[in-house]
């Protein structure tokens, strides 16, 4: 049987009520909530946890990046959440746009969510005129 690699991922975050804002209302662009919710830990995705920020020690120095990605389902929900995003105070590393080096379709942005990890929304069908 095939199935998706990662069943579920967690980063820690240093400010649950920062991490909480940014993510509750970028994630609910892409049409994801909060799933579970243990106060310490939070569980996002849409019928079950995908996604866990938790309390504890965060990692730092020059290696403690995170890259994710968030599907996206089309082109004006990356931009959609990356408005978002910004608006709620997030760096932009790369405004929403083709990646075609990446491959055919590709559209995808990238900010800094509250802890410095780069964070991406991303949709795979995008066409030449987006």
């Known amino acids: 049987m095939v ?4 069943d579920h991922f967690g980063i ?19 049409g994801h909530r909060r799933v579970m919710d243990f106060g310490e830990a939070i ?13 504890g020690p ?6 403690r990046e995170v890259h994710i990605g968030f599907s996206a ?11 978002k995003a910004v608006e709620l105070g997030a760096e932009t590393l790369h405004e929403p746009r083709m990646w075609p080096e990446y491959h055919p379709g590709y559209f995808g ?3 800094r969510d509250p802890d410095g990890n780069n964070v991406e929304a991303v949709c795979h069908t995008a066409g030449p005129d987006d």
């Open 43 to 55: 569980g996002y995705g849409t019928d079950q946890p995908v996604f866990w920020i938790s309390t």
């Open 109 to 111: 942005a990238f900010v």
């Open 12 to 30: 820690n975050v240093a400010d649950m009520a920062a991490a909480t804002r940014f993510y509750d209302a970028v994630l609910g662009v892409l």
């Open 58 to 63: 965060v990692a730092e120095g020059p290696n």
């Open 73 to 83: 389902p089309d082109v004006e929900a990356v931009r959609a959440w990356h408005a």
């Open 3 to 6: 199935g998706v690699m990662i």
